[in-house]
């Protein structure tokens, strides 16, 4: 009899293809690991479901608030924190969980039980795209809490890990499409919600990032801010054929880290969103639920990520949302960029 073939992408639930790789690798894939990725994977889904109804559902606009980044806090950032926290706080894979909407971490309350895992999240990235109907994103990264924190209560110390410690990572986008997509660290895998009933569908993946590709992301506005190295890198790219490099390029910004890293993922391109300069540590994005998460998922598709200088899953965190300046995707790109 020969082996049976492979079912079609499409045809592969997210549920399949985690027990399949629980299979192939248990290292990998651990029982207890794909029951928490089922877990966030559904709180996307609902996540999901809440911005499709816009205006009709009451989850437009800001808060009136500001979170711990001193941002206004829009309806669905809050929405989207509390159905995170609720959805994975009793099922015994984490012993804690931190949020880009939390000033510290979230214990996991002593009447459920505690596992081995740290979850860490940005529930909606791009949230300035909220209230005009544009791509936004949640961002997961999964740590393995310290051996000992079985006999006590986790720590914000216990989440500060390098990225190259992370034992999963992903986003959702909620955009045309509602996708997620998934690294255990053996390869990048996207699935499409099937709307009609409501389950994740493997439809592309082992995920590579196209080489080569003239397509660069970066928000122009910030330019006072860059180092003399990336001035001239988009300089160059901006002057195309007319320029030294004599080959034109093409831009993006989406302001949703999420929707520009999917883009690099499918087609290929740089995302870059420097550090200040002028002031040192002074940057955009967090490192432990943004750059780490989309790092892990960039160098398993083939790409590689910096923050201007060193590769960013090497960064040794020092706070809970530390910012660090990211340039991500095309090797070559990255390496131009951060000489
Ligand atoms: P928000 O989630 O606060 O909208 O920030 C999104 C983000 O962290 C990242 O997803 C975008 O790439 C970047 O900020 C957009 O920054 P600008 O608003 O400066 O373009």
Not at 11 to 21: G, K, M, V
Not at 35 to 40: A, N, R, S
Not at 194 to 199: A, C, L, Q, T
Not at 248 to 272: C, E, P, Q
Request: proline share 5%; hydrophobic share 40%.
């Amino acid at each position: 009899m020969t082996n049976p073939q492979p079912a079609a992408h499409g045809a592969i639930t997210l549920s399949r293809f985690l027990i399949e790789q629980q299979r192939r690798d248990a290292e990998s894939c651990p029982a207890e690991l794909r029951l928490l990725i089922e877990t966030v994977a559904r709180a996307c889904k609902t996540i999901g479901h809440a911005i499709s109804k816009g205006a009709l559902g009451d989850v437009l606009g800001a808060l009136g608030s500001e979170n711990v980044q001193g941002e206004v806090q829009k309806k669905l950032d809050v929405i989207a924190n509390e159905l995170l926290l609720d959805a994975n706080e009793w099922g015994g894979h984490l012993a804690g969980m931190a949020s880009e909407e939390m000033e510290t971490i979230h214990r996991i309350p002593n009447r459920y039980p505690k596992g081995e895992y740290l979850l860490l999240f940005d529930p909606i990235d791009g949230s300035s795209n909220i209230d005009v109907d544009l791509s936004v994103g949640t961002i997961f990264s999964v740590l393995r809490a310290p051996e000992d924190c079985a006999g006590r209560d986790v720590t914000e110390a216990d989440f500060l890990q390098p990225g190259r410690d992370q034992v999963a990572a992903g986003y959702a986008i909620y955009g045309p499409q509602t996708l997620l997509v998934l690294t255990v660290g053996d390869g990048v895998y996207e699935f499409t919600l099937d709307r009609e009933v409501g389950s994740w569908r493997l439809t592309d993946g082992p995920m590579r990032i196209p080489a080569g590709t003239r397509e660069f992301a970066i928000n122009m506005a910030r330019r006072r801010q860059w180092s003399p190295t990336i001035t001239r890198y988009i300089e160059e790219r901006i002057a195309g054929s007319e320029g030294p490099l004599g080959i034109d390029y093409n831009m993006r910004w989406t302001a949703s880290m999420v929707a520009d890293i999917h883009r690099i993922l499918k087609r290929g391109g740089v995302f870059l969103y420097p550090a200040d300069h002028r002031e040192a540590g002074k940057a955009r994005l967090r490192l432990l639920y943004e750059a780490n998460p989309m790092a892990m998922l960039v160098e398993q598709a083939g790409g590689t990520a910096t923050d201007g200088r060193d590769r960013i899953l090497d960064i040794p965190p020092h706070g809970l949302h530390q910012r660090v300046g990211v340039v991500i995707g095309d090797v070559q790109e990255v390496a131009i960029a951060s000489s």
